[in-house]
């Protein structure tokens, strides 16, 4: 079955190349041509992945992005002609997975597709993703077959689902999670409950590595969590 993507472009002659394009490598296009628009479709069918201007008549992409952040953790891929850095962490600060400036090549654009599209599908649940039992981050060891984890030599006794939270921020590096997949995840999908229960989580996390943790668990407001790892092992994780 081929990848659905929702382009999202007001721009008729970049909206028309690209769906031709889009077309010939395979993928199923649907087209929005406002935040209004983009907004209705993307409810009506989550596609598997979107392409989003930036420079939307009305609202802005950077604000559609924050908007279906928070309900769905869909790969994105920001569109916008303007080179610049501001741009690049508003975007990917609302929770973007990816930013490529106009004009670009469409090879690129591709190859960047099938990047994040292959992220998403190892993160989604059944995957079979291959997370190791050995994880260590500057001095924090963790062993997740024994469900241990330890800093600086120290034990660091944690509840189970602290555990599970902290395992899944450190084999994600770098990734922004919102609640509700969060909820997914770690809690899985029969969970009932308040998502502000991922809210306090973090908290007794942050608490119990206050100050010491080779890692941080950056809150990306509006959206949910990201967890950098402070090793040499990010970019391989």
Same mark, same amino acid.
């Given at each position: ?83 610049? #850095? &501001? $741009?690049? =962490?508003? %975007? +990917? ?11 670009? *090549? ?26 190791? #039992? &050995? $994880?260590? =981050?500057? %001095? +924090? ?11 600086? *030599? ?27 997949? &969060? ?55």
């Amino acid at each position: 079955m081929s990848r659905q993507v929702l382009l999202v472009e007001d721009e008729p002659n970049i909206r028309d190349t690209l769906r031709f394009n889009l077309s010939r490598e395979g993928y199923t296009v649907r087209e929005a041509r406002t935040a209004e628009e983009a907004l209705r479709s993307f409810r009506s069918t989550p596609p598997d992945i979107m392409l989003l201007d930036v420079m939307l008549p009305g609202m802005s992409g950077f604000e559609v992005c924050r908007i279906i952040r928070q309900e769905s953790v869909v790969p994105i891929i920001m569109l916008t002609a303007k080179d610049q #850095e &501001l $741009d690049k =962490v508003l %975007g +990917l600060g609302v929770g973007a997975d990816d930013y490529i400036t106009k004009p670009f *090549g469409l090879q690129e654009l591709f190859a960047r597709m099938t990047a994040v599209l292959r992220r998403a599908d190892k993160e989604r649940p059944g995957s079979g993703e291959q997370v190791p #039992e &050995l $994880d260590q =981050v500057g %001095g +924090l060891v963790m062993d997740r077959a024994a469900r241990t984890v330890s800093l600086d *030599g120290e034990e660091v006794k944690l509840t189970a689902r602290e555990f599970d939270l902290l395992s899944f921020f450190l084999a994600h590096p770098g990734r922004v999670h919102t609640r509700r997949h &969060l909820l997914q995840q770690v809690w899985k999908y029969n969970y009932v409950g308040d998502a502000k229960t991922v809210d306090v989580h973090v908290r007794w996390l942050r608490r119990k590595f206050a100050g010491r943790a080779p890692f941080e668990i950056v809150t990306v407001r509006g959206v949910g969590y990201r967890a950098d790892r402070h090793d040499n092992l990010q970019a391989s994780a």
